[in-house]
């Protein structure tokens, strides 16, 4: 066996149906700050019900990728509140609005995740600015429970569903082969794409989570690699959606890094290579395909190319010819 590094992150993690109800037992903080999109607050309430009076205020004003001026406004709002525990309801958005505010005020965060974008999972927080997308690790953003149930993301409707959990497919996927890679978080992978494939093919928000945790879990260890760059700077500089550009860009650079590290996908996927079965299930479950249906611009193609050049050691023409083919 080669050499490996494996760091374990600390964290408590709850999961089955009905979990979300037991949220009062995993919060020890007395004056818990309650964070959700305004779509999302009836559920957030419903949850921190049973905290009772141990909550002292809520705050709403989550965005897509953190815009700094809602990270500033959150933290003032938490400091205001001499809050000393944060309980984020939500997708990424929401349990990154909560990581900005822990950046600073070092909070413990308990997360119930309602989509599968597996941010919960990780030390990793972004903000947006007119300078575009700061990222970062550190253990203070880290949730230190995270409360999995599937009831929850049941609502999600199937098109959010499936690009969702083709997000969660590409942290698995690019788990493999980043940096960071190592035999115990390809076994999580590998695990992962399985459960996320099955939940794909049954509709099932148990499978469909399940898998979800661990890709949080396996990006977290691994770090991220040229998926994720592209990804990045799509979503960035053309203000394409997140999710849904993961699932046109993933079998396309499964496809690039095709080799030996990509085996158990394949093998996760019943397919002769990890591309074929992502493009196969991309076609099964309706998941987007082009990023022209994305709105991306053909005539920015080059440009693109050379934004994703600049920022990863993979050739130019390289990424020219794997972005067109994603067009
Ligand atoms: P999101 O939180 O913006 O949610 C997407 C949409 O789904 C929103 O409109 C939301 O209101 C809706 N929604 C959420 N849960 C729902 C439910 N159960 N039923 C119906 N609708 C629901 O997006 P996301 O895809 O969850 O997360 C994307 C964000 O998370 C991006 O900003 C991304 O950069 C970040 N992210 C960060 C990490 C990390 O490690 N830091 C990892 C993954 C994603």
């Not at 082009?290 to 600049?310: H, I, N, T, W, Y």
Request: with cysteine; proline share 7%; net charge negative.
């Amino acid at each position: 066996m080669r050499a490996f590094r494996y760091e374990s992150l600390p964290g408590r993690v709850v999961f089955g149906e009905g979990s979300a109800e037991t949220v009062a037992e995993e919060i020890s903080g007395q004056r818990v700050l309650v964070l959700a999109t305004p779509r999302g607050l009836p559920l957030a309430r419903r949850i921190a019900e049973p905290l009772g009076d141990r909550v002292v205020g809520e705050f709403t004003e989550v965005r897509e990728h953190v815009p700094v001026a809602v990270a500033l406004h959150a933290r003032s709002r938490a400091r205001e509140l001499r809050a000393d525990c944060l309980l984020a309801v939500g997708g990424g958005s929401t349990v990154g609005t909560a990581k900005a505010i822990s950046l600073e005020l070092r909070l413990p965060i308990v997360a119930v995740p309602t989509t599968y974008a597996g941010s919960e999972m990780t030390p990793v927080w972004g903000m947006t600015s007119s300078e575009g997308k700061q990222t970062g690790r550190s253990l203070d953003v880290l949730p230190s429970v995270v409360i999995y149930d599937p009831a929850l993301t049941a609502s999600l409707p199937r098109a959010l569903t499936v690009t969702s959990a083709m997000n969660a497919m590409a942290h698995s996927v690019e788990g493999v082969y980043a940096a960071g890679a190592n035999p115990i978080s390809s076994l999580m992978a590998a695990e992962s794409v399985r459960a996320l494939a099955a939940g794909l093919a049954d509709s099932s928000a148990e499978s469909l989570l399940y898998g979800a945790y661990l890709a949080g879990a396996v990006f977290a260890v691994t770090g991220s690699g040229l998926h994720h760059k592209i990804c990045h700077v799509l979503g960035g500089a053309y203000d394409l959606p997140h999710a849904a550009t993961h699932s046109v860009v993933l079998p396309h650079v499964a496809e690039y890094m095709d080799g030996p590290a990509l085996a158990p996908i394949a093998a996760a996927l019943n397919a002769s290579t990890a591309a074929s079965g992502l493009r196969e299930l991309a076609h099964r479950v309706d998941a987007p395909t082009s990023l022209a249906s994305l709105g991306f611009p053909p005539a920015k193609l080059a440009e693109a190319a050379a934004l994703v050049a600049a920022q990863s050691p993979v050739p130019e023409p390289d990424i020219h010819a794997l972005l067109a083919a994603a067009l």
